[in-house]
C-alpha cells in the first residue's frame, strides 16, 4: 500500500482524515498513484492534474523523501521508501500571491 497524504482542502473534497493509502499494481510511479487515489475518489478527478492532458495543476506540487518530484516525469519510479510504504507521497498546494 502506499501511503498518500493530500492537501487539507483535497482531503474535505474526499471526506476523508489523515493520509491515504492506495494499492498500486505494477511499477509505483507519480502517474500510478494519482490514478490510484482518482479511482478510490473519483471526487478529486481533475484537482491535482488536468483531467484531458494529465499535467499537473499549477498550483500542485508533489513530494516524495524530501524530494520536489513536480517536475520529474509523471512515469518515473517513486523511491524505495515511498514503495515499501515507508515515506508518503505528498501532494501540496502551492502557495501563490505575494
Known amino acids: 500500500m502506499i501511503r498518500v497524504v493530500l492537501p487539507p482542502h483535497l ?32 471526487m478529486l478527478l481533475g484537482t491535482m492534474r488536468d483531467r484531458n492532458t494529465g499535467e499537473r495543476r499549477a498550483l500542485v506540487r508533489f513530494f516524495a523523501c524530501e524530494e520536489d518530484l513536480s517536475n520529474e516525469s509523471p512515469d518515473a519510479p517513486l523511491p524505495d521508501r515511498v514503495v515499501k510504504g515507508e515515506e508518503p507521497f505528498l501532494v501540496v498546494g502551492a502557495m501563490a500571491g505575494g
Open 11 to 42: 482531503r474535505t473534497l474526499a471526506k476523508v482524515t489523515g493520509e491515504v493509502r492506495v494499492d498500486v499494481p505494477g511499477e509505483v510511479t507519480q502517474r500510478h498513484v494519482l490514478d490510484a487515489v482518482e479511482q478510490r475518489f473519483p
